[in-house]
């Protein structure tokens, strides 16, 4: 056998011995030195669609000025109304601004929206780290989302001493690489948000409080704008929004937008409403006031200059 041969063979049962030796998964390596602390855990879907009605107020909604209050009617004036006071905007029709630069949407009032995104209050710049988000969510920056692979999932990963959790269903891969989207929960299932991890430095690139039905605990603000305020609000902070899309008006999303160059990324803020969402008064879900914000999402996915 010739000696390039040999020495390839050589490597090949030296690298077989360690990893045999340490007996490493790849569960492990994606838990990295956190584990003991952290906890993988395989499940079924069936776990992440799960409604749970949970018994909890989130802080800083004022729940009457929130919902609608039995038998009232809905204002649509004011703050409410369908239109802007300038009424150059209708919140219950769609369109696509075609104002653009070089063929893209480029909206640069993002970028300073971007600088005044609070996070329960703490300042926070995208992209970040679990650590910025929440010193109670800080370990989960230990896992080396690198090393997901679509057969590890669904799963959760539990920190053993707060049994805060953070699970997913399915590898998004593909665009701009992305990791995946993990959804944050705290010990008693109550939901905090979703967020978006970058793959190569395992860094967060979105933050999202929607999980469509139910409010979050985390109050996600932009300039101070966030769930409980109105389109109406939005528009007297920001000025005209890029897109509208809607659903009949009982959802309705509205984005501003600025897309990089070379299809090399994509940042923006979206505000949206839905007709009817959980309140834990009545354990059910309720109808909200006209166009009030129900869903905050932020995202800052660009490629490495």
């Given at each position: 056998?010739?000696?390039?041969?040999?020495?390839?063979?050589?490597?090949?049962?030296?690298?077989?011995?360690?990893?045999?030796?340490?007996?490493?998964?790849?569960?492990?390596?994606?838990?990295?030195?956190?584990?003991?602390?952290?906890?993988?855990?395989?499940?079924?879907?069936?776990?992440?669609?799960k409604?749970?009605?949970?018994?909890?107020?989130?802080?800083?909604?004022?729940?009457?000025?929130?919902?609608?209050?039995?038998?009232?009617k809905?204002?649509?004036?004011?703050?409410?109304?369908?239109?802007?006071?300038?009424?150059?905007?209708?919140?219950?029709?769609?369109?696509?601004?075609?104002?653009?630069?070089?063929?893209?949407?480029?909206?640069?009032?993002?970028?300073?929206?971007?600088?005044?995104?609070?996070?329960?209050?703490?300042?926070?710049?995208?992209?970040?780290?679990?650590?910025?988000?929440?010193?109670?969510?800080?370990?989960?920056d230990?896992?080396?989302?690198?090393?997901?692979?679509?057969?590890?999932?669904?799963?959760?990963?539990?920190?053993?001493?707060?049994?805060?959790?953070?699970?997913?269903?399915?590898?998004?891969?593909?665009?701009?690489?992305?990791?995946?989207?993990?959804?944050?929960?705290?010990?008693?299932?109550?939901?905090?948000?979703?967020?978006?991890?970058?793959?190569?430095?395992?860094?967060?690139?979105?933050?999202?409080?929607?999980?469509?039905?139910?409010?979050?605990?985390?109050?996600?603000?932009?300039?101070?704008?966030?769930?409980?305020?109105?389109?109406?609000?939005?528009?007297?902070?920001f000025?005209?929004?890029?897109?509208?899309?809607g659903?009949?008006?009982t959802?309705?999303?509205?984005?501003?937008?600025?897309?990089?160059?070379?299809?090399?990324?994509?940042?923006?803020i979206?505000?949206?409403?839905?007709?009817k969402?959980y309140?834990?008064?009545?354990?059910?879900?309720?109808?909200?006031r006209?166009?009030?914000?129900?869903?905050?999402?932020?995202?800052?996915?660009?490629?490495a200059?």
């Open positions: 056998m010739k000696k390039r041969e040999l020495r390839i063979m050589g490597l090949f049962f030296a690298v077989l011995l360690v990893f045999t030796l340490s007996g490493c998964t790849a569960e492990d390596k994606l838990i990295g030195d956190a584990k003991g602390e952290l906890v993988y855990k395989k499940c079924d879907d069936a776990d992440f669609y409604e749970e009605y949970i018994d909890y107020k989130v802080s800083y909604i004022d729940y009457d000025d929130f919902f609608l209050g039995k038998g009232e809905q204002i649509k004036e004011g703050r409410y109304a369908d239109t802007t006071p300038d009424g150059k905007v209708n919140w219950k029709e769609s369109y696509d601004d075609k104002i653009t630069n070089n063929g893209l949407v480029q909206n640069e009032v993002v970028f300073e929206m971007l600088k005044k995104v609070t996070f329960n209050g703490r300042n926070v710049t995208l992209p970040c780290r679990f650590k910025d988000l929440d010193d109670e969510f800080a370990i989960f230990n896992i080396d989302f690198s090393m997901l692979n679509r057969d590890m999932y669904p799963f959760t990963i539990t920190d053993k001493k707060t049994r805060n959790d953070v699970f997913a269903i399915s590898k998004t891969g593909g665009l701009f690489n992305i990791a995946g989207i993990f959804h944050l929960r705290n010990s008693f299932g109550s939901y905090y948000c979703n967020v978006i991890t970058e793959e190569d430095s395992d860094r967060v690139i979105g933050i999202d409080s929607g999980t469509i039905k139910f409010l979050p605990l985390i109050d996600i603000s932009v300039d101070g704008i966030g769930i409980g305020d109105t389109f109406n609000d939005v528009y007297e902070k000025g005209r929004p890029n897109r509208i899309i659903n009949d008006g959802e309705v999303i509205v984005s501003y937008n600025y897309f990089f160059d070379n299809d090399s990324g994509y940042c923006g979206t505000f949206a409403f839905r007709e969402v309140d834990y008064r009545k354990l059910s879900l309720s109808e909200v006209n166009n009030i914000i129900t869903r905050v999402a932020i995202t800052y996915l660009k490629e200059d």
